[in-house]
């Protein structure tokens, strides 16, 4: 049943920053399942009051997706010699690197989606990373960017100790920034990246919205980083161009580093997953059981992992052998029905985009921005759509020689053009929003 705590335990960590979870949720203890009641064993009341009043949704939802009947009673024991449960760090002062000991290189879960974000982290640890001063993860939640992030710190930990870090969010570092400046040691705090940061990791970058103060603080210590020929590593949902209010010297600073798109898992890599996280939790599934899940699961890998966390509860709890059915039963609280696109909604979207009319899609027009547009919406309609060639080529007043034409271009422009891959990896996430009706798809 460790092994259920653990990855309980994990899908908090996934929902509240890691600074917070390092301080609150890490000292809770496992006290046992009994009669569908999960006991949680907090250090004191203290503890046990600030964690109800801050995180009980979290936990409540968390549970309930393992198991809708499964209830939560929070536990601490009476000692008289305990102190008040309360963190215990300057804003001064860096977190010591504390990663998470199995988010290693060799734990993550490689597929064609994620393969070139893995190799570039990769380099980063070993210290071969002369190909970029800046590596930017991009990717919605859930998709490993932490996991590869932690990699890099947790390999440079073991194989170059001497090398110093900072891990932090934009919000931790936004406090530290506005408490170095209320406490009047603005320049001591910026020095301490020259002196004690070797490599920078700063997690949510999207966070940074609209905070210019931070945004010149953080863009100074990283002009200081980068003098001193050190490393930094950012991850975010949104790519800079996406982020509002961004300043554009900021801008600038980002784009002119690595930037990688990690995007969700493909069936083969989903199949890995669930594999991988059976075998942690010491759980067998038959092949055709992962099959049908992999078939099932699209988007998020805590969506994946949290199958098989429940999977493996939903066993444990009653005593059952995993078949199809159980399975099944066990998604139908995780997994939504897709919404048929049409090619209408792929038009819509591309218009959006571009900023055009959808009259201009039909139109004989050879303007760059509009061909450009006609030939991505007849790309995604032969990817989204079950329309033959010629069905498609009638809704753009086109023939199918021409249809297939704009697809094999649109192929080759996304290998050749860093700009189009951006455009088109862009409309995708849009379509599969429109599809998956989900705003983090």
């Not at 996934?14 to 009994?34: C, N, Q, T, V, Y």
């Not at 734990?107 to 893995?118: H, Q, T």
């Not at 759980?283 to 098989?308: C, F, K, P």
Request: with cysteine.
């Amino acid at each position: 049943m460790e092994s259920f705590w653990e990855g309980f335990i994990e899908k908090i960590m996934g929902r509240i920053p890691h600074a917070s979870f390092k301080i609150w949720i890490e000292p809770l203890r496992f006290g046992g399942i009994d009669n569908g009641e999960l006991v949680i064993k907090c250090p004191n009341e203290f503890s046990m009051n600030w964690i109800k009043e801050n995180y009980l949704k979290f936990f409540k939802e968390e549970a309930a997706k393992l198991d809708p009947q499964l209830r939560l009673t929070f536990l601490y024991e009476h000692k008289k010699e305990d102190q008040p449960f309360l963190p215990n760090f300057s804003p001064q002062e860096f977190l010591k690197p504390n990663f998470i000991e199995k988010y290693t290189f060799d734990e993550f879960v490689v597929g064609e989606g994620n393969r070139f974000a893995f190799q570039a982290c990769k380099a980063i640890a070993a210290g071969s990373g002369e190909f970029t001063d800046i590596l930017y993860l991009h990717a919605n939640t859930g998709m490993g960017k932490s996991h590869l992030t932690q990699a890099v710190g947790n390999t440079i930990y073991y194989t170059s100790p001497q090398k110093k870090f900072c891990y932090t969010s934009v919000n931790e570092f936004t406090s530290r920034v506005y408490n170095a400046i209320k406490e009047g040691q603005l320049e001591s705090f910026k020095k301490k990246y020259i002196d004690e940061c070797d490599i920078l990791l700063l997690e949510e970058l999207h966070s940074i919205a609209g905070k210019d103060r931070t945004q010149k603080e953080l863009s100074n210590a990283i002009d200081m980083l980068l003098r001193s020929k050190k490393k930094v590593l950012f991850t975010s949902t949104k790519l800079p161009s996406e982020i509002s209010r961004l300043d554009s010297e900021f801008s600038s600073r980002l784009v002119s580093g690595l930037i990688i798109t990690i995007n969700p898992p493909d069936v083969d890599t989903r199949k890995k997953i669930i594999s991988r996280k059976a075998r942690n939790l010491g759980l067998h599934i038959h092949e055709d059981v992962i099959e049908y899940m992999a078939s099932r699961l699209t988007g998020d890998i805590r969506r994946i992992e949290g199958a098989v966390i429940g999977l493996s509860t939903r066993v444990t709890l009653l005593n059952q052998e995993i078949n199809i059915n159980i399975a099944t039963d066990v998604l139908k609280n995780l997994v939504q029905e897709p919404t048929e696109i049409t090619i209408n909604n792929i038009k819509d979207i591309i218009c959006y985009h571009f900023q055009i009319n959808c009259d201009d899609l039909t139109s004989r027009s050879k303007k760059k921005n509009i061909s450009t547009a006609r030939q991505i919406a007849m790309y995604f309609s032969r990817k989204y759509t079950k329309e033959s060639l010629e069905s498609i080529g009638f809704e753009f007043n086109r023939d199918h020689a021409t249809v297939l034409h704009s697809v094999k271009q649109i192929n080759k422009q996304i290998i050749e053009s860093s700009k189009v891959k951006l455009v088109v990896e862009h409309i995708k996430k849009e379509i599969e929003k429109k599809r998956w009706k989900n705003p983090d798809a």
